[in-house]
Each structure stands twice: as structure tokens, then as C-alpha cells.
């Protein structure tokens, strides 16, 4: 059985809580640290959600923290079916301004499927001329990312620039919890296929951010020196399917020798 919502309404962006909230994490002094540039210029605009900053936010401490800099969340996650696959499909138009050229992680917009019981991340990372697709398991701050005996944690990127720079594009993923497999499409071509994923998917927050992806220094953060991220996103177009239409049809295949 298929099912499709789609999570937009992005007219209700400035009542947090209602659809979409401000992303972050809480800490440990009892703080909620904020995903919020406090000049963001934000317009909703024919269902679309725009968004323009000049990045200001840094953390000197905790990656994950400096790497995010304006950042929604959906306030109800999307729960991923035991049999059968759930996908995510929405346009992305991504520019910026004094971003260094060719370097992606100096400022990109971002769609990120998040799973606060794991840890783990299915991404898509758009910039002036590159993407890049990400699957990882990461130490979000409150979240107990189960034991494991080979790498705990991880963040694999594959970059390219085949697509059209500054421009709207077609971004979906789509995961099967029982064949722990995720698929990457860009403008509906498959462009990556994660196969024996070591964790098992809960559930997704959708999150929507402007990012930078640049290593803490033993100074501190140096991820910000003036560049403006403008980002545009489409509602969300979640797909749950029920079932495995791969599983009945390898049922269906007679083996021979």
C-alpha cells in the first residue's frame, strides 16, 4: 500500500512548533543551542521557503554545532515502515556570495533527513556549483548512537557538479529499513546506492539549512568570513510504501543450475 503526504506549508514558518521549529540541539549547562542567524531574511513566496543570511553563527567546540548555521526541523518526525521503503522528494535552488569557488562545505543549502534515536543522516548538500550526496551516523549532542563493533561513527560525502548550478533541482532519497538500503536521485537518476547500512533507520526529521562544513581549528571555528547563503526549498513530498514489491517479485524467479 503506497501513501503520499507532502509537509510544506511553509506559511506557518514564523509559528514555530506548529509544522516547522528552529533546529538545534539542547546542551549540557541546561542551553538550547539554536540553528538561527539572527539577520535571516526569510519570505515564503508560491509554497516556496526562501531563505538569505550572511553567516554569522560559530561554535569553537562542537562541530556539529559551528557546522549548521540556520536551520528548520519538521516538529512531527515521519516513521519508517518495518517492510517496504519511505522517500523524500523536494526542489532545491541554492546560490551564495563570497563563497570560495569550487569549495562546497564554504557555505551550501541543505536538506537533511535526521534520525535522533540513531544518530544517523541521509543528506543533500547543494552550493554554488556542486552537490554532494552524505550517509552517516553522527554524535548529535543528546542522542545515545548504539554500540557497535566496527566504525561507531562516520560521514561518507560524494561530490560532483553535474547538475544545473543556481538553479532548482530535484532531490530524493529513499530508504528500505528491511533491505538497509538507501538510494540518492537527482532530477530522477539514481546517482548513489548505500547498501548494508550498519543501523536500522527509526524515523526522519526533515530538516532544510544553510551550512558550512569546515573542521574546528585549535583555535576554534573559521567557518564564517562574510559569505551569504540564499536558499530556496519546495514542500517536502514524503512516499511510505508498505511492503517489498522487491521481495515478491524474487519470490516469483525460478532458479535454475
Not at 526562501?50 to 569553537?60: D, E, F, G, K, V
Not at 523536494?90 to 557555505?107: F, K, M
Not at 552550493?127 to 542522542?143: E, H, I, R, T
Not at 561513527?153 to 528491511?178: G, M, P
Amino acid at each position: 500500500m503506497e501513501q503520499q503526504r507532502v509537509i510544506g506549508d511553509f506559511h506557518t514558518i514564523l509559528d514555530e512548533g506548529k509544522v516547522w521549529k528552529i533546529g538545534g540541539f539542547p546542551l549540557p549547562d541546561g542551553t538550547f543551542w539554536e540553528y538561527r542567524e539572527p539577520d535571516a531574511v526569510v519570505i515564503v513566496r508560491n509554497g516556496i521557503l526562501y531563505a538569505r543570511a550572511t553567516l554569522s553563527r560559530q561554535n569553537n567546540h562542537i562541530q556539529i554545532l559551528d557546522n549548521a548555521k540556520h536551520m528548520y526541523y519538521s516538529v512531527d518526525p515521519v516513521e519508517v515502515p518495518e517492510a517496504g521503503e519511505v522517500s523524500f522528494e523536494l526542489q532545491i535552488r541554492a546560490r551564495s556570495q563570497n563563497t570560495a569557488p569550487g569549495d562546497l562545505y564554504d557555505g551550501y543549502v541543505s536538506v537533511n533527513l535526521l534520525d535522533f534515536t540513531t544518530g544517523a543522516a541521509l543528506d543533500f548538500f547543494a552550493g554554488n556549483d556542486k552537490y554532494a550526496s552524505v550517509y552517516a551516523v553522527l554524535p548529535f549532542p543528546g542522542v545515545e548512537v548504539p554500540p557497535s563493533d566496527k566504525t561507531r561513527y562516520f560521514c561518507v560525502f560524494k561530490e560532483d557538479t553535474n547538475f544545473k548550478a543556481r538553479e532548482f533541482n530535484t532531490y530524493k532519497i529513499t530508504y528500505n529499513r528491511a533491505k538497509d538500503e538507501a538510494v540518492f536521485y537527482l532530477n530522477g537518476v539514481e546517482i548513489r546506492r548505500e547498501k548494508n547500512i550498519p543501523i536500522k533507520f527509526n524515523q526522519f526529521t526533515i530538516a532544510l539549512g544553510m551550512m558550512t562544513e569546515k573542521d574546528l581549528s585549535p583555535e576554534g571555528s573559521v567557518s564564517v568570513h562574510g559569505q551569504t547563503i540564499i536558499a530556496e526549498w519546495s514542500p517536502v513530498t514524503v512516499t511510505t510504501i508498505e511492503g517489498s514489491k522487491d521481495v515478491k517479485v524474487s519470490n516469483e524467479v525460478e532458479v535454475t543450475e
